[in-house]
């Protein structure tokens, strides 16, 4: 007969978590700091997001309404959908975790590509279930390699599209057939965290997708385009079945009342949306450009951030680079962690933040 243990225990899984880094924040003192390492808007927040928060600051004793039901019907009214299967959650972080740990457990598998969110791995452990990770294709989502990853412990395919940090997405035809070759049983997740950047036809968040299906959740967020990534707010949208149990394992007041105000003034302020659009459009082209133009690679991307690949050669590396910027303030990704050690992410920002990024990798790359 077995001892028992000495202390405490961490289910299966846990200790096998690598704990999720943010992009760092910090620059050297008296430098000023321009963070391009997370994907945040450099518009910042609709002013009347900003006033929806503030004027919440006088009922701070009472609960929020567990339901978020204000905030479902702004999101339903944006895009024509049943608020009630409209689920919300602190990030789509949140409700990523919530997924796993209602249809993971012992001995299930999910499914990701190799260069997915890292979340998926962490949330995969967490509910005690095998992560197995899938191969990509030019740093894109390969369809035929996550269906022959499928077996039948798979009960969940985790697809980020567009992916970050690789900005690539799948196109809408691609990933219906991905759907179609999927067992009925296995969850298809589309994580279109940045969904309101994509400008391609042939693209689509999965929303269609979701409402003629039993099987597909669509996940998206106020953190990226909204400018509200301080009060972690996500959203998905779900079969009825699916968002049935998944509100009888969400906490009962997993969405704060400020969170809700300045999301449901967020998403019907449609001119700031514009705007976050807009600036993304040419900056996005304009920044991939003048940094070809310095011989880098950069990945196409469709998201408010792109993928800048270095050499291995010393003194011009990745590492280097990253150390390089930081110097000045410029605060890029390093994202090793994502199978990539050999790149930095930069998150299209300001103009004034654009236009530093590029001069100070002129100066890098000529080795000055």
């Not at 990701?112 to 962490?122: A, K, Q």
């Not at 970050?164 to 057939?177: I, Q």
């Not at 998944?246 to 019907?268: D, Q």
Request: charged share 20%; aromatic share 8%.
């Amino acid at each position: 007969m077995s001892q028992p243990a000495s202390r405490p225990v961490p289910r299966p899984g846990v200790l096998d978590i690598e704990a999720y880094v943010p992009g760092k924040s910090a620059a050297p003192a008296g430098v000023k700091l321009h963070k391009l390492s997370s994907n945040e808007s450099p518009l910042g927040p609709s002013p009347k997001a900003a006033a929806a928060y503030g004027a919440l600051a006088g009922k701070l004793e009472f609960y929020p309404d567990g339901s978020a039901t204000k905030l479902r019907e702004a999101i339903a009214a944006r895009y024509g959908l049943d608020a009630g299967r409209i689920v919300c959650g602190t990030g789509s972080d949140e409700l990523l975790q919530m997924l796993t740990k209602t249809y993971l457990g012992d001995g299930d598998e999910g499914v990701f590509t190799e260069h997915g969110f890292l979340v998926y791995r962490i949330a995969i452990l967490a509910a005690g279930a095998r992560p197995v990770v899938v191969p990509e294709k030019n740093l894109t989502a390969d369809v035929d390699a996550i269906l022959k990853a499928v077996t039948p412990k798979t009960k969940i395919v985790f697809l980020a599209n567009p992916n970050n940090p690789t900005g690539t997405y799948l196109p809408f035809d691609e990933v219906k057939r991905l759907h179609a070759g999927l067992p009925s049983n296995v969850l298809l997740v589309l994580d279109a965290a940045y969904a309101e950047y994509v400008r391609r036809n042939d693209y689509a968040s999965g929303l269609e997708l979701v409402a003629e299906s039993e099987n597909v959740v669509m996940t998206r967020t106020f953190s990226k385009i909204y400018g509200l990534a301080n009060l972690r707010l996500g959203w998905l949208y779900a079969p009825a079945p699916i968002v049935d149990a998944l509100n009888r394992t969400r906490g009962p007041f997993n969405v704060n009342g400020a969170a809700i105000e300045a999301g449901a003034a967020a998403i019907a302020d449609e001119a700031h949306l514009a705007a976050a659009i807009e600036h993304n459009d040419k900056w996005l082209a304009w920044t991939t450009a003048e940094l070809e133009k310095l011989g880098l690679k950069v990945t196409p991307s469709v998201g408010n951030f792109i993928l800048i690949h270095f050499p291995k050669t010393a003194g011009k590396t990745a590492k280097e680079a990253d150390a390089f910027l930081t110097q000045r303030g410029l605060i890029l990704r390093l994202v090793a962690s994502y199978g990539l050690p050999d790149a930095l992410r930069l998150t299209i920002g300001s103009e004034e933040a654009n236009r530093l990024v590029v001069a100070a990798l002129a100066e890098f790359t000529a080795g000055k």
